[in-house]
């Protein structure tokens, strides 16, 4: 039976995608190779949250001898944007500006971030006036 496709992925879901995002491609030994020790998942556990993700069609897999190959289907960056846009719909009112006047507002931001900040805004800004 195949589960109700989601937008959105757990945070378990969210940690195998990195790593398969990092690598490319990856049999679930691959991917337990990569999470940290501490994690201590056994492998039926890390096979199922890959078929999960695959039924929620974030990866796709072949076959290779016995293993399954996962190989995800959405980049990084389309999943950052849309967690971005469900974000700032959810918890700013649908209000990027509010979105952003919390991070800049946050005491923990560095100069030197607030800087990278400014220079990405007025890149931007010059990009969309010519």
Same mark, same amino acid.
């Given at each position: ?8 992925? +757990?945070?378990?879901? %969210?940690?195998f ?14 991917? %337990?190779?990569?999470l ?10 890390a ?25 995800? +289907? ?45 220079a ?11």
């Amino acid at each position: 039976m195949k589960k109700n496709k989601s937008d959105l992925m +757990t945070e378990v879901e %969210l940690e195998f995608m990195n790593e398969l995002w990092a690598i490319g491609e990856g049999t679930v030994r691959d991917v %337990l190779a990569r999470l940290p020790e501490s994690r201590n998942l056994a492998y039926t556990s890390a096979a199922t949250i890959l078929r999960i993700l695959e039924q929620k069609e974030f990866v796709t897999s072949r076959k290779e001898g016995k293993s399954h190959v996962y190989i995800p +289907t959405l980049a990084r960056d389309t999943y950052q944007s849309r967690s971005l846009k469900d974000l700032s719909a959810k918890l700013f009112d649908d209000t990027p500006a509010s979105l952003v006047a919390r991070l800049v507002n946050d005491n923990e931001l560095t100069e030197e971030a607030l800087g990278q900040i400014r220079a990405l805004v007025d890149r931007r800004l010059k990009n969309e006036s010519g």
